[in-house]
C-alpha cells in the first residue's frame, strides 16, 4: 500500500538557519504530494503541495520539489524563523472518489532565537 | 481561511463509557469529512470517511460498531467512541472538505485528546 517515510525529529536550529526534512514515498502511479504544517494548539494547514514529476512547491520561504526518480519530496527553506516552530506532516493522496491522505509521522522543528 | 472546529479538545473519561467528539465546518458546508486517530510519534491513520445523509465508509481494521460516526448536517459530523478502553486513548483529528474540493482543500480540526482510565 501507499506509505510516506520523513525523517525522525526533534530537529532544534537556530534562526537564520537553514531546514531540510527529508520525505520519501512508496506509490502506485503518480500520486499528488503535499507538505502540511501544524502549529502549537491548531489544526493541520497546507503549506505547499505538487502534482506532477518535477513540479516544485512553494510557500512562505517553503520549497518542495517532486522528484520521481528518487521517490522524494523534501522540505527546504534558506533561513528559518522562530515563526516556523511547529509539526511538519508529509503526504501523499492518489485521487479517487474521496482522495485519502497518508501521513508521514511529523517532524518537530524548533527554532531557538 | 476555513475554520474547523472540535469539541471537546480533551476528555478524560472512565472505561466502559461512551464519548462523543464533535466536528464542525464554521465558514462553509462540508459534503465530506474525514476521522483520522493518532497514536504518539506516529502518523495520522484515516479511520473513516463520512459524507452528509449516508453511511461512513470506515478503513480496513476499524471497528464500525465501537467508532460511531454521524454527519447528519452539512456542518456538523460526531465521532462516539462506545464503551471506551484504555488503548482507545489516542489524539483523535477531523478534516472537512469543502464541495468540489480535492485533497488539498481538506480543512484539519485542532484534535481531540481522548484518556481512558
Known amino acids: 500500500g501507499d506509505s510516506v517515510t520523513q525523517m525522525e525529529g526533534p530537529v532544534t536550529l537556530s534562526e537564520e538557519a537553514f531546514l531540510t526534512i527529508n520525505c520519501t514515498y512508496t506509490a502506485t502511479g503518480y500520486p499528488s504530494l503535499f507538505w502540511y504544517v501544524q502549529y502549537p494548539g491548531e489544526g493541520l494547514q497546507l503549506l505547499l503541495k505538487a502534482t506532477e514529476a518535477d513540479d516544485k512547491g512553494s510557500n512562505k520561504g517553503f520549497e518542495a520539489t517532486y522528484r520521481k526518480e528518487t521517490t522524494s519530496f523534501h522540505l527546504e527553506k534558506g533561513s528559518v524563523q522562530v515563526s516556523d516552530s511547529a509539526v511538519y506532516f508529509c503526504a501523499l493522496t492518489r485521487g479517487g472518489s474521496n482522495y485519502k491522505l497518508t501521513f508521514g509521522k511529523g517532524t518537530l522543528l524548533t527554532v531557538n532565537p | ?117
Not at chain 2, 493518532?38 to 476499524?62: C, D, H, R
Open chain 2, 1 to 117: 481561511g476555513a475554520v474547523v472546529s472540535q469539541h471537546p479538545s480533551r476528555v478524560i473519561c472512565k472505561s466502559g463509557t461512551s464519548v462523543k467528539i464533535e466536528c464542525r465546518s464554521l465558514d462553509f458546508q462540508a459534503t465530506t469529512m474525514f476521522w483520522y486517530r493518532q497514536f504518539p510519534k506516529q502518523s495520522l491513520m484515516l479511520m473513516a470517511t463520512s459524507n452528509e445523509g449516508s453511511k461512513a465508509t470506515y478503513e480496513q481494521g476499524v471497528e464500525k460498531d465501537k467508532f460511531l460516526i454521524n454527519h447528519a448536517s452539512l456542518t456538523l459530523s460526531t465521532l462516539t467512541v462506545t464503551s471506551a478502553h484504555p488503548e482507545d486513548s489516542s489524539f483523535y483529528i477531523c478534516s472537512a472538505e469543502p464541495p468540489g474540493g480535492a485533497g488539498d482543500t481538506q480543512y484539519f480540526g485542532p484534535g481531540t485528546r481522548l484518556t481512558v482510565l
